[in-house]
């Protein structure tokens, strides 16, 4: 991971390629006679876009702050099992594929969000308090609550999206941010979600509760 810009080009690249997916999945209506799309409201489609970047770059402040350096990419499948043996050849790019078809093939009634995922390494604070000995209050060496609280702040984010998209009467907006949050809250496999669960166990229950509790003030509010 290279120091410099706060996203990499590749990363940058993936964004884009899922967002354009992330737009496919939120128009997709089994309602609608237009190869399925419901494109009756095209301010909806600065949601996906905003739910991405506005994600991706809280968690790339709050890393700093707990002095690692990440980096999004694809959501990669690695292994079927806890074996040795069960590790994959090569990792399935499940969050190309997996929104995509689900949402298709269930005609947008099923709308998988779970696109992004982030790797972590010691950020240059870090290895330099390392080298000189100087603690300054921080571990010398990752731990799980690091990436764990990263993802943290991801999610709390979006929760602050949704409340502006209600007091902007922006159903969208008020919405999407917290379905996006709770597909990628399911802590499987390198999903945020996974990271905030076995990072700090009683802030992840506290994130799954708050974006309960807002989803739910937001279907009273546009019931």
Sequence with gaps: M?????????????????????????A?????????LNLDNPWKFIVPPLIIF????????AS??????IEHSLWKFNRFGYYLRSYLKKPFPIGLIFPFALAFLSLGYVKPLTFLQFDYVNNKERRLMRMHGDYQGRRYEINEADPGLTAWWGFFSLIVL?????FLNFKELAL???????????????LDGMKCF??????????VALNLIMLIIALLVFA
């Design 2 to 26: 290279k120091e410099g810009f706060i996203f990499t080009k590749k990363e940058f690249t993936w964004m884009i390629i899922l967002i354009i997916i992330f737009e496919f999945i939120l």
């Design 28 to 36: 997709l209506d089994s309602n609608k006679d237009f190869l399925f």
């Design 54 to 61: 506005i994600s991706v770059i809280t968690k790339k402040i």
């Design 64 to 69: 700093k702050y707990f002095c690692i350096k």
């Design 162 to 166: 949704s409340v502006i998209g209600i």
């Design 176 to 190: 999407w941010p917290l379905y996006y949050n709770f597909w990628n809250m399911i802590p499987i496999e390198n």
């Design 198 to 207: 076995f990072g700090n166990f009683f802030t992840y229950l506290v994130i």
